[in-house]
């Protein structure tokens, strides 16, 4: 049973890794997803893949591998999920899509690329019940906020000294001695010769420090939460879808040239229906007038903005339209 590979693109790395994550919640094998980036391991099992390079096995000589390649050297990452069938490739494509990324078309393994899925166009057949499904694609601005620092106040505590001075008033004592002459009896004779001694202390005062902590200022630290609106400004992207209705009688032209020239391409005739179609545009708005060595660079530039290295592949089936939409001035083969 062939494979189908859905391929993505995101911005960064860790998108696609987180991808990867939802993926593998959603039952899909470690060892079927693949993540491409530069500066970082490149994730990835399979033994298939590792025999050559990884860039051939996905898009072989495409012109979408120097377009993918450049994405990688560029910054973006490519995530590649093998699916087994094209239910689960329509989830995987399906998440890849809701999470932001840039989703190429399926390609089975093996087969080459069909052109990237931001332009696709495919025919659907005639039986009853047949469909093909071309998603819608937008981008959604989703802000958030995250804490970042914007300075603040550091608050210190440090201890000092200085002097101070106070007047305190202190009392001293002093014993003074007087002799007196004095003349009179000395009453009780027995006890004038005894003897007799008589202290008294000075006393004084002196200074007495002691010291009291006491709490005279407080230091409080607080925060004062304010709320503002600020608008935010971006850029998303959408994918518009264009219905143009092919003529029968250009399907079986197309389809004729096709098995011609462009079968030996290896793509799909569905794969050249757009080709085909912007050709035929061209030559209905150039009219009868006009070279196709004029009018190709311009017509080259507006393919490629839409289907990035794939002129090369598509340039003679949009030659080929062209011409016919000019109103049958077409070059002989």
Same mark, same amino acid.
């Given at each position: 049973?062939?494979?189908?590979?859905? $391929?993505?693109?995101?911005?960064?790395?860790?998108?696609?890794?987180?991808?990867?994550?939802?993926?593998?919640?959603?039952?899909?094998?470690?060892?079927?997803?693949?993540?491409?980036?530069?500066?970082?391991?490149?994730?990835?099992?399979?033994?298939?893949?590792?025999?050559?390079?990884?860039?051939?096995?996905?898009?072989?000589?495409?012109?979408?591998?120097?377009?993918?390649?450049?994405?990688?050297?560029?910054?973006?990452?490519?995530?590649?999920?093998?699916?087994?069938?094209?239910?689960?490739?329509?989830?995987?494509?399906?998440?890849?899509?809701?999470?932001?990324?840039?989703?190429?078309?399926?390609?089975?393994?093996?087969?080459?690329?069909?052109?990237?899925?931001?332009?696709?166009?495919?025919?659907?057949?005639?039986?009853?019940?047949?469909?093909?499904?071309?998603?819608?694609?937008?981008?959604?601005?989703?802000?958030?906020?995250?804490?970042?620092?914007?300075?603040?106040?550091?608050?210190?505590?440090?201890?000092?000294?200085?002097?101070?001075?106070?007047?305190?008033?202190?009392?001293?004592?002093?014993?003074? $001695?007087?002799?007196?002459?004095?003349?009179?009896?000395?009453?009780?004779?027995?006890?004038?010769?005894?003897?007799?001694?008589?202290?008294?202390?000075?006393?004084?005062?002196?200074?007495?420090?002691?010291?009291? $902590?006491?709490?005279?200022?407080?230091?409080?630290?607080?925060?004062?939460?304010?709320?503002?609106?600020?608008?935010?400004?971006?850029?998303?992207?959408?994918?518009?879808?264009?219905?143009?209705?092919?003529?029968?009688?250009?399907?079986e032209e197309f389809r004729r040239h096709w098995g011609e020239r462009g079968r030996s391409g290896g793509l799909a005739y569905e794969q050249y229906v757009p080709a085909y179609q912007f050709g035929r545009q061209l030559g209905r708005d150039a009219g009868a007038g006009g070279e196709w060595s004029v009018i190709e660079p311009d017509a080259r530039r507006r393919w490629e903005e839409r289907n990035p290295g794939t002129w090369e592949r598509f340039k003679e089936a949009i030659r080929y339209a062209w011409e016919g939409g000019r109103g049958g001035h077409r070059r002989a083969a």
């Amino acid at each position: 049973m062939r494979s189908i590979v859905v $391929v993505g693109t995101f911005d960064t790395r860790a998108d696609a890794e987180q991808v990867a994550q939802l993926l593998m919640e959603r039952g899909i094998d470690r060892s079927d997803i693949d993540i491409r980036s530069t500066g970082a391991a490149d994730t990835g099992t399979s033994t298939s893949r590792e025999s050559t390079s990884w860039w051939d096995w996905l898009f072989g000589e495409s012109e979408q591998r120097s377009y993918y390649s450049d994405r990688v050297r560029g910054g973006n990452a490519v995530l590649a999920v093998t699916a087994d069938d094209e239910g689960q490739a329509h989830r995987v494509r399906h998440l890849m899509e809701a999470e932001g990324g840039d989703v190429a078309t399926d390609r089975e393994t093996g087969a080459a690329p069909r052109p990237h899925a931001t332009e696709r166009r495919e025919a659907v057949s005639g039986a009853t019940g047949d469909e093909a499904v071309l998603p819608v694609t937008e981008e959604r601005l989703r802000v958030g906020t995250r804490p970042v620092a914007r300075g603040g106040v550091r608050v210190y505590r440090r201890m000092s000294e200085r002097p101070v001075e106070e007047q305190v008033r202190l009392r001293e004592e002093h014993v003074n $001695v007087e002799r007196r002459a004095v003349d009179r009896p000395a009453g009780d004779a027995s006890e004038a010769f005894r003897d007799r001694v008589i202290e008294i202390t000075e006393m004084a005062e002196e200074p007495v420090v002691a010291k009291e $902590v006491r709490v005279v200022e407080e230091v409080v630290v607080s925060k004062d939460v304010r709320e503002r609106d600020e608008a935010v400004t971006d850029r998303v992207r959408r994918s518009d879808v264009e219905v143009e209705r092919m003529e029968s009688s250009d399907d079986e032209e197309f389809r004729r040239h096709w098995g011609e020239r462009g079968r030996s391409g290896g793509l799909a005739y569905e794969q050249y229906v757009p080709a085909y179609q912007f050709g035929r545009q061209l030559g209905r708005d150039a009219g009868a007038g006009g070279e196709w060595s004029v009018i190709e660079p311009d017509a080259r530039r507006r393919w490629e903005e839409r289907n990035p290295g794939t002129w090369e592949r598509f340039k003679e089936a949009i030659r080929y339209a062209w011409e016919g939409g000019r109103g049958g001035h077409r070059r002989a083969a």
